[in-house]
């Protein structure tokens, strides 16, 4: 699931499945994502999502789009009834089929010919007129007839250097990630400007923000001082102003909306 926030109260709204890409593709694509939704005659539902270092793009109908790293929350509205298919590339791996620096569509959505010409009018009706496994083929033959041999070694160590942050909070700095890897501060910067679309502190400072989300959501009792030691912050009130700007609640207040949600059904 990707970082829904208040997912006790978005699991009721709509349903969320992924799929693994070929296996020619592993390097560029992180996964594929089907959301669906029947609301037919509730009123319209608005679900926010904290973002991933990760470019996407998303077919759904009369939208059609690639979307660049969105650097702060975004939200979507569902209503009626409907499908969004999507594409999750991993950090570095959009940037040969984009043919420029990642962070020069970062906060942007770009329509698919931008970036794949006229191919990508044929692309969007066939991928919105195929079931999900039909969905999944149609992508995976596209990409892997525009994909290189084998992603750029600077594309790799982009893609490394991201995973370490999400797999360790204990980094929380990005002096010490940068000596730990081998490379100077500026060094590190111009990696993720041009193969992530933002720096290693926003990186950071995000992958935090999931930890603190997916804590808080978990239903096990929040112990705030540790949990802010833990991912770096000064204190707890230095986490909790931190995710309100974020999420819009302060962790305990989301943890106990959460648990106030009713169970899935």
Same mark, same amino acid.
């Given at each position: 699931?990707?970082?829904?926030?208040?997912?006790?109260?978005?699991?009721?709204?709509?349903?969320?499945? *992924?799929?693994? !890409? /070929? +296996?020619? @593709?592993? &390097?560029?694509?992180?996964?594929?994502?089907? #959301?669906?939704?029947?609301?037919?005659?509730?009123?319209?539902?608005?679900?926010?999502?904290?973002?991933?270092?990760?470019?996407?793009?998303?077919?759904?109908?009369?939208?059609?789009?690639?979307?660049?790293?969105?650097?702060?929350?975004?939200?979507?509205?569902?209503?009626?009834?409907?499908?969004?298919?999507?594409?999750?590339?991993?950090?570095?791996?959009?940037?040969?089929?984009?043919?420029?620096?990642?962070?020069?569509?970062?906060?942007?959505?770009?329509?698919?010919?931008?970036?794949?010409?006229?191919?990508?009018?044929?692309?969007?009706?066939?991928?919105?007129?195929?079931?999900?496994?039909?969905?999944?083929?149609?992508?995976?033959?596209?990409?892997? *007839?525009?994909? !290189? /041999? +084998?992603? @750029?070694? &600077?594309?790799?160590?982009?893609?490394?250097? #991201?995973?370490?942050?999400?797999?360790?909070?204990?980094?929380?700095?990005?002096?010490?990630?940068?000596?730990?890897?081998?490379?100077?501060?500026?060094?590190?910067?111009?990696?993720?400007?041009?193969?992530?679309?933002?720096?290693?502190?926003?990186?950071?400072?995000?992958?935090?923000?999931?930890?603190?989300?997916?804590?808080?959501?978990?239903?096990?009792?929040?112990?705030?001082?540790?949990?802010?030691?833990?991912?770096?912050?000064?204190?707890?009130?230095?986490?909790?102003?931190?995710?309100?700007?974020?999420?819009?609640?302060?962790?305990?207040?989301?943890?106990?909306?959460?648990?106030?949600?009713?169970?899935?059904?």
């Amino acid at each position: 699931m990707p970082a829904i926030l208040n997912p006790g109260a978005g699991r009721h709204k709509f349903d969320y499945r *992924a799929a693994q !890409p /070929a +296996r020619a @593709l592993g &390097a560029f694509v992180d996964h594929y994502w089907f #959301v669906s939704w029947d609301l037919r005659g509730q009123e319209p539902y608005e679900q926010q999502v904290l973002p991933y270092p990760a470019v996407h793009l998303t077919f759904k109908e009369n939208r059609c789009r690639v979307a660049g790293v969105p650097r702060g929350r975004f939200s979507e509205v569902l209503s009626g009834a409907g499908r969004v298919f999507g594409v999750r590339f991993l950090p570095g791996g959009f940037r040969p089929f984009l043919g420029a620096s990642v962070s020069s569509i970062t906060d942007r959505f770009l329509p698919l010919d931008a970036v794949f010409g006229t191919a990508a009018h044929d692309l969007a009706a066939a991928v919105l007129a195929a079931d999900d496994v039909s969905a999944v083929s149609i992508m995976d033959d596209f990409l892997s *007839a525009r994909a !290189p /041999a +084998r992603p @750029l070694p &600077a594309a790799e160590l982009a893609a490394t250097v #991201v995973g370490r942050i999400a797999a360790e909070p204990r980094v929380t700095r990005v002096d010490v990630l940068a000596g730990e890897v081998g490379l100077t501060v500026r060094q590190l910067q111009r990696l993720f400007a041009e193969y992530v679309g933002v720096g290693p502190k926003w990186v950071i400072r995000r992958f935090r923000q999931h930890e603190a989300a997916a804590r808080a959501a978990s239903g096990v009792k929040l112990d705030l001082a540790r949990l802010a030691s833990e991912l770096g912050y000064s204190d707890q009130a230095h986490l909790s102003r931190d995710f309100s700007g974020i999420a819009g609640l302060p962790p305990s207040r989301y943890a106990e909306a959460e648990l106030e949600s009713p169970p899935a059904r």
